[in-house]
T-cell receptor, first 114, second 114 residues
Framework: GESVGLHLPTLSVQEGDNSIINCAYSNSASDYFIWYKQESGKGPQFIIDIRSNMDKRQGQRVTVLLNKTVKHLSLQIAATQPGDSAVYFC?????????????FGQGTILTVHP | EADIYQTPRYLVIGTGKKITLECSQT?????MYWYQQDPGMELHLIHYSYGVNSTEKGDLSSESTVSRIRTEHFPLTLESARPSHTSQYLCASGAGLTYQETQYFGPGTRLLVL
């Protein structure tokens, strides 16, 4: 049902700065992770993914870091632009009986000021 | 850009009405998913399908039902809408070749039950 108000962490940056968005996951069996960007009124959009046999993966202006020891994932956005303003979700998949099913994290609101 | 479509985009309906939310994809993906998302909150899986005639309930209990008669089509039905069903419903699909795969999302349907 409907919830009142926003409960998400927020990050405000200036245009051109680098942004770091963090995500803690709980399932130690998770071995595939995805970052999604969701703009207002739209569905989540794939940004980058990483498998557990890697600790870093780079895309265009984005880098994902995975620390399996502490079950932590981060998304780094270089030279952040106003168009990067959105809610960012991490998602994990554990395989096995969770085959193909993603579990989403809480999300972080990124606001980029011109 | 993923070719996954949802209709209607917005729906306002009275309590007790039957509604069907449509989802279709043109990518030939075997796996399809329905998520429920309240404003400012994370996504919760309510239904999924691994192929034609396959449907499973997700992690979040839902009074809705789904069907998968054709690969490209995965409609969600509420037999009797209630205000507690007010939410955003997101459909997604994935190729299903391995469990380590991204899911592509549609734009979502915002449902308001009065």
């Amino acid at each position: 049902g409907e919830s009142v108000g926003l409960h998400l962490p927020t990050l405000s940056v200036q245009e051109g700065d680098n942004s770091i968005i963090n995500c803690a996951y709980s399932n130690s069996a998770s071995d595939y992770f995805i970052w999604y960007k969701q703009e207002s009124g739209k569905g989540p959009q794939f940004i980058i993914d990483i498998r557990s046999n890697m600790d870093k993966r780079q895309g265009q202006r984005v880098t994902v870091l995975l620390n399996k020891t502490v079950k932590h994932l981060s998304l780094q956005i270089a030279a952040t632009q106003p168009g990067d303003s959105a809610v960012y979700f991490c998602a994990e998949n554990a395989g096995g009986t969770s085959y193909g099913k993603l579990t989403f994290g809480q999300g972080t609101i990124l606001t980029v000021h011109p | 850009e993923a070719d996954i479509y949802q209709t209607p985009r917005y729906l306002v309906i009275g309590t007790g009405k039957k509604i069907t939310l449509e989802c279709s994809q043109t990518m030939g993906h075997d796996k399809m998913y329905w998520y429920q998302q309240d404003p400012g909150m994370e996504l919760h899986l309510i239904h999924y399908s691994y192929g034609v005639n396959s449907t499973e309930k997700g992690d979040l209990s839902s009074e809705s039902t789904v069907s998968r008669i054709r690969t490209e089509h995965f409609p969600l039905t509420l037999e009797s809408a209630r205000p507690s069903h007010t939410s955003q419903y997101l459909c997604a699909s994935g190729a299903g070749l391995t469990y380590q795969e991204t899911q592509y999302f549609g734009p979502g349907t915002r449902l308001l039950v009065l």
